[in-house]
């Protein structure tokens, strides 16, 4: 675990993500003043959670701390099952270290309760883990902007203009929202934009980065996709940044919209402005089929 940077925080901001402590590894750290700090944190959208740790965190508070000093956590570690975690401390109303108090067990029913709990939920996340995600239309326009926000703020590398930031948490209050939860915190979202019968465009996605490459972005197109295809829509589209600009994080945008069916159609060199240059991707909803028979019945010749 990377220590070179720490901060301080109060104690009472962090979340658990673990529902359990041990009397014995208690009974161990009592009398112990050194060694407690730093300890491991880690960041996602707008969750603050213990990593490890949490016998050392609470021995400080019943020593009274009210600030404790921490360091980002930043091994390579499986975030989705810390979530999946911090969801079931939040879910039990255990927001603070100090929640554990009545949580404390021998190290016997430590292992029963806590350990072998996250090793079945372990074997089921590789087994499935979409058993723990959720995907869900959110009509709230309070949290549709919230999701919005806590997402993309976590996302500096693709939204690093604050007004374009500002425009987008208020721009998915009226339009299509789905939001995609682990447990029962957001993750990612999308937000749809509709220009007529046929065709409605992407108008921002977001998936905190730590859980990218995980299938989430691609079961939540799914999702969208059924749903536009049931209102007879057509295309979707979306404008991302053109490969003529040199930037590692699109380049992975662009390639996670083709491995999902989206096609280059046009660049527009001054859309937003020169150093940006936008590019047109367009994804053809449904069976293609079907779009046949669309053409042959309206008197058209297929292309």
Not at 268 to 284: A, G, I
Request: glycine fraction near 8%; aromatic fraction near 10%; include cysteine.
């Amino acid at each position: 675990m990377v220590k070179e940077q720490t901060e301080r925080v109060r104690i009472d901001e962090v979340t658990p993500s673990q529902l359990y402590l041990s009397s014995d590894r208690l009974k161990r750290l009592e009398g112990k003043e050194q060694d407690l700090e730093p300890l491991p944190i880690k960041h996602i959208g707008d969750r603050l959670f213990f990593t490890d740790g949490h016998h050392r965190a609470f021995t400080l508070f019943k020593k009274g701390r009210e600030e404790i000093e921490v360091y980002e956590d930043e091994d390579d570690l499986d975030w989705f099952k810390y979530l999946i975690c911090v969801d079931w401390c939040e879910k039990e109303g255990i927001e603070s270290v100090n929640g554990l108090e009545e949580r404390i067990v021998s190290e016997e029913d430590f292992k029963e309760l806590w350990i072998e709990r996250c090793q079945d939920m372990h074997k089921r996340v590789e087994e499935d883990m979409f058993e723990y995600v959720h995907i869900k239309e959110e009509k709230d326009v309070g949290r549709k902007g919230d999701i919005c926000e806590s997402v993309i703020r976590s996302l500096p590398d693709w939204f690093g203009i604050e007004q374009a930031n500002l425009d987008y948490i208020e721009g998915v209050k009226d339009k299509f929202f789905l939001s995609v939860s682990v447990g029962g915190i957001p993750i990612g979202f999308v937000s749809i934009k509709e220009h007529n019968e046929y065709t409605s465009e992407v108008y921002v996605l977001g998936i905190v980065e730590e859980l990218h490459g995980r299938g989430l972005g691609r079961r939540l197109f799914e999702k969208v996709e059924n749903i536009l295809s049931e209102k007879g829509k057509k295309f979707l589209t979306v404008k991302t940044l053109s490969d003529s600009h040199t930037d590692e994080h699109y380049e992975g945008t662009r390639v996670f919209y083709r491995s999902i069916g989206f096609y280059p159609l046009e660049v527009f060199e001054d859309y937003w402005d020169e150093d940006n240059p936008c590019l047109l991707m367009v994804k053809v909803l449904g069976d293609g089929s079907r779009t046949r028979r669309t053409f042959r019945e309206s008197g058209e010749e297929e292309l």
